[in-house]
């Protein structure tokens, strides 16, 4: 069959566990074939798939930026079969990787806007390449200000949280707001739902692109106060997840309508999405 | 295009032929029942095959396929790819209708990335198409633009027309090569074939029990996605998802691991949009939870999507879903009740 064969994964190694929550880690993963590694372009927002042989392959998005051309990262939930078979692992243990799959975040037509990241749990992982990518020094330039609102159920809960604190506020023209569901004794921060922190934050929509991720409840809110603060449809942005098996729009699973999240997607504007049947 | 006759007598030593020459797949008869199966005997093959239960599409997509084997030794993870055999597979007696479905399923599984197994074998794999001998209750082809007679999409292409003698036509120059090969078993075509032919479709044609309409079907899907009938549709569908595993354009399949960590394969295998599992999230959220949603993904993808993605119909009027649905659900009905919803 030759050289190519778009179902079968590359053999790859775990090099590092980055332990984000209680039930997410980052897994940090190197292609065993150099040039594999240096072969592998992604775009931010895209997805891949991720094997543990004997268990099965489950989808999941980069989390690493583009630009880190050394590893690719992706932060997973321990919640099934696969996601648990992960979470066993140690560093040294071989996976497989294919991919990358589906489409990314507008950033070439985010070029010159400011951007506003809105992120809940784990859902800032598909966010991540992208805050990243626009704040590698080659790209910094390209791009205006950067806002993200983020929130998790409790500070335990919160990904990325060296990012989070020091590495993204510390950076010129970035503001973070963090929120956690529920107060807690040693937090000193914002208490409260993401929703409503971004209609007391109140955004404005001038030159500006939004990216939102989280649990659907809360992008169903979230679009909300963004509409009564003046974003247009066309410029909220956020990733669809529906069960994948090849990600490569011939297992049919995905699909919403007649499009398929692997191939179509996962990044549908709001725009996009109002004219979907209301089927994720 | 170029056409010849071959003889009863002559076809079957020619089958012999291709037996000995390469793997056949052909209709075959077991316990009454027809099926498509490796054959080494010509006799067993059926010359006027009815519907077989399960489409022709297995050879190209594999009701379950090994797609690679994994071994662990030591340090080291090696991936073993399944290539498929070199020798050639004539897949002989496909009806028009199945016929068509290798397009529909050449849209989904050649379009970019394509996927290498369905390609290597659909480049490996000859087709002789056959005309219907007969119609049954359920065919409803000519809906979709297919003639009981034409084989569109075969190499060659046979015709009974009667008096021990089929009509042969070369339609693709894989087609051509197959009857340089074996010209000595064909001859030159005779008056009165194309006649026959002509006739043959035209007491085929009056036999479809019902003239399915489908003009403007296309854009009252559009309009019809929230109507209630798809709930009340559903309320006798058992979700046995038989009707995907007899059409012969479903091509949705599941992705499994058989071994243990050091050693196994991966395959998949078909899988179903009526199952609950099929679009199950690991979170436990179900975007299609209820059956009424899953089915109307059924025909909508048959009847909209399809068209909508791949700009080619998703049915072909084959009538295997209508004659085994244990609770009658027609597709024929269906198109009907939808073009009359307002």
């Known amino acids: 069959m030759g050289v190519s064969n778009p179902l079968l994964p590359r053999v790859a190694t775990v090099v590092d566990i980055i332990r984000e929550t209680g039930d997410v880690n980052t897994f940090r993963v190197v292609f065993d074939d150099l040039e594999e590694m240096a072969a592998w372009n992604h775009r931010p927002g895209q997805v891949a798939m991720l094997s543990v042989f004997g268990v099965g392959e489950a989808t999941f998005c980069l989390s690493s930026s583009p630009t880190c051309r050394d590893w690719l990262e992706f932060s997973v939930r321990r919640a099934g079969k696969v996601t648990t078979a992960l979470h066993e692992l140690e560093p040294g243990a071989k996976v497989g990787v294919r991919g990358p799959y589906g489409n990314s975040f507008p950033y070439e037509a985010m070029r010159g806007k400011h951007l506003l990241v809105i992120g809940g749990g784990i859902g800032l992982a598909p966010l991540r390449p992208l805050v990243n990518f626009m704040l590698a020094p080659e790209n910094r330039k390209d791009y205006g200000k950067i806002e993200i609102i983020y929130g998790g159920r409790s500070y335990n809960d919160l990904c990325y949280k060296e990012e989070l604190f020091r590495t993204w506020p510390e950076a010129p023209d970035v503001t973070v707001w963090t929120t956690i569901d529920v107060a807690e004794e040693a937090w000193q921060g914002h208490v409260g739902f993401v929703p409503a922190y971004v209609e007391e934050v109140k955004p404005t929509p001038e030159d500006k692109f939004v990216v939102i991720c989280g649990p659907p409840i809360m992008i169903k809110f979230t679009v909300k106060a963004l509409e009564n603060l003046g974003f247009a449809a066309d410029h909220i942005y956020t990733t669809l997840e529906m069960r994948m098996k090849c990600g490569i729009g011939k297992c049919g699973r995905c699909n919403v309508g007649a499009r398929f999240v692997c191939r179509d997607g996962p990044v549908f504007s709001l725009t996009e999405l109002n004219q979907l049947p209301q089927e994720y | ?342």
């Open chain 2, 1 to 342: 295009m170029d056409s010849k006759i071959i003889k009863k007598e002559k076809l079957l030593s020619l089958l012999e032929r291709f037996i000995a020459d390469y793997h056949v797949l052909a209709p075959v008869r077991e316990d009454g029942v027809l099926f498509y199966r490796p054959v080494d005997i010509p006799g067993d093959i059926e010359l006027n095959p009815g519907r077989s239960v399960l489409p022709p599409k297995g050879r190209l997509f594999p009701q379950t396929e090994a797609l690679y084997g994994y071994r662990v030794e030591g340090e080291k993870l090696t991936l073993n790819e399944y290539v498929e055999e070199e020798r050639q597979v004539v897949l002989f007696g496909v009806h028009p209708c199945d016929l068509r479905s290798f397009a529909v399923l050449d849209a989904v599984f050649l379009e970019e990335p394509r996927d290498a197994y369905f390609a290597a074998r659909r480049n490996n794999t000859v087709l002789v198409g056959v005309s219907c001998s007969s119609v049954l209750p359920e065919c409803f082809c000519t809906t979709y633009g297919i003639s009981p007679v034409e084989g569109n999409g075969a190499d060659i292409h046979l015709t009974d027309v009667g008096a021990g003698a089929y009509l042969v036509e070369i339609l693709t120059p894989r087609g051509k090569d197959l009857l340089q090969k074996f010209e000595s078993f064909f001859e030159d075509n005779v008056a009165g074939a194309a006649e026959a032919k002509r006739a043959k479709e035209a007491s085929l044609v009056k036999k479809i029990s019902l003239q399915v309409k489908v003009d403007g079907l296309h854009e009252k899907m559009a309009s019809i996605f929230e109507n209630p009938y798809w709930e009340k549709l559903s309320r006798r569908c058992l979700g046995c998802g038989v009707c995907t595993y007899v059409c012969p354009t479903c091509h949705c399949f599941d992705i499994m691991d058989d071994g243990t960590k050091e050693e196994g394969e991966r395959f998949r295998c078909w899988d179903s949009c009526l199952f609950r599992e099929y679009t199950l999230h690991t979170s436990g959220h179900n975007p299609r939870h209820a059956l009424a949603q899953r089915l109307r993904n059924r025909f909508f993808h048959k009847l909209s999507y399809n068209n909508q993605r791949y700009n080619t119909e998703g049915c072909v009027g084959c009538g295997r879903c209508v004659a085994l649905c244990p609770v009658n659900i027609d597709i024929r009905e269906v198109i009907g009740t939808v073009r009359g919803l307002v």
